[in-house]
């Protein structure tokens, strides 16, 4: 390898990168989209859930049964008078769920068989559930002394218990995967499609020089990428940091040589702008999106899609992501997570190089 003409290649590259305004919306502007979209505008969060309260009994008792729900952060209470009203604003969606205090409920606790009615919307399942355990706790707090038993509560890894540090750990993943496999292979099908490699291969310049050149000017986009991620984790979103940065950056430079790689890959067979962005798009950032454990827990879903999610690389890396900002320096997990990644990244580069010969089709 001749470092005069790997110098010279990656002065062109950036030169065409800063040059080429498409190139920059992508690598720039559309992570700083993306955060700010999963950051804001994206939760899995319920917060002030409207719901109905009927008080069919006017006590003390009930008003206290009801409490809980008033003073909860996650519902924006209606206070009614009768079932039918409950019923009309349920059916026009304007609340979330229904509780009914019967007439009979001070008797009824009295005797041991206290019962309030919860009714709650079912089409949205997941918010459904959230709702549903949050009112059932408020509802069935004690009431009184708990004979002298008092609970300290406290969740690990997420203190502040919102979903904004489970989400933005993980645009890392998605903005890597976009800059370093879908740009590199939009770039690369477009400069076959326009014979700019193919004037290359009748120059002294070696098909290794001209893969490192590509890959240099996107990785530096990508670390870009990162940072700014880094940057909106702690400054706009508050995100803690419990394990190793310097970890998080090596990892996130290794991650990048895969996504960089599969780019190289996928353009070097596609040969085609079209085609290279379709497959992109299908094979790196979707499933980076949907099945690496980003919006969904891996557990909870069918084995078969359980197991498309383990093939890719992504879900690796999301893991090491996530537990490096909210537990902290967990070794097996980083080794072995590391160590996947290093193996993709020596197949996806290498396989690049077999497929990019300097010769003409």
Not at 241 to 257: D, E, H, K, T
């Amino acid at each position: 390898m001749n470092l005069r003409r790997l110098i010279a290649l990656t002065r062109k590259e950036f030169r065409q990168l800063l040059r080429d305004s498409s190139n920059l919306a992508i690598g720039v502007l559309l992570p700083i989209v993306l955060i700010l979209i999963f950051g804001y505008g994206l939760s899995l969060d319920v917060k002030n859930a409207p719901i109905a309260i009927v008080m069919e009994d006017s006590s003390p008792t009930a008003s206290e049964a009801v409490a809980g729900l008033q003073l909860s952060p996650v519902f924006s209470p209606v206070m009614l008078g009768s079932m039918h009203e409950a019923e009309q604003l349920m059916l026009a969606r304007r609340v979330d769920a229904i509780v009914r205090v019967p007439s009979t409920f001070p008797g009824d606790l009295a005797a041991g068989k206290g019962r309030i009615q919860l009714l709650v919307h079912g089409s949205e399942a997941n918010r459904a559930t959230i709702i549903m355990n949050y009112a059932s706790a408020a509802l069935a707090r004690p009431r009184g002394p708990a004979q002298g038993v008092s609970i300290e509560q406290r969740m690990w890894f997420n203190a502040a218990n919102t979903s904004t540090w489970y989400l933005v750990p993980g645009l890392i993943v998605l903005i890597m995967t976009l800059v370093g496999a879908f740009l590199t292979a939009l770039v690369m099908a477009r400069e076959w499609e326009r014979g700019t490699l193919e004037a290359l291969f009748v120059t002294p310049v070696r098909p290794a020089e001209i893969l490192l050149a590509k890959i240099i000017p996107y990785f530096c986009v990508g670390m870009g990428g990162l940072v700014l991620c880094l940057l909106a984790a702690r400054l706009l979103f508050d995100v803690p940091m419990q394990g190793s940065l310097i970890l998080l950056l090596l990892s996130s430079m290794l991650y990048l040589f895969v996504a960089v790689g599969m780019g190289l890959l996928i353009s070097s067979v596609t040969r085609n702008q079209f085609l290279a962005s379709q497959v992109a798009l299908l094979t790196s950032f979707m499933p980076s999106l949907m099945l690496s454990g980003f919006l969904f827990d891996l557990r909870n879903v069918p084995a078969v899609v359980r197991g498309v999610g383990h093939i890719l690389p992504a879900t690796y890396f999301m893991e090491l992501v996530k537990t490096l900002f909210l537990a902290g320096n967990v070794w097996p997990l980083i080794l072995r997570n590391c160590a996947i990644l290093a193996a993709y990244a020596v197949v996806l580069l290498g396989l690049a190089r077999f497929v990019t010969r300097k010769k003409l089709d």
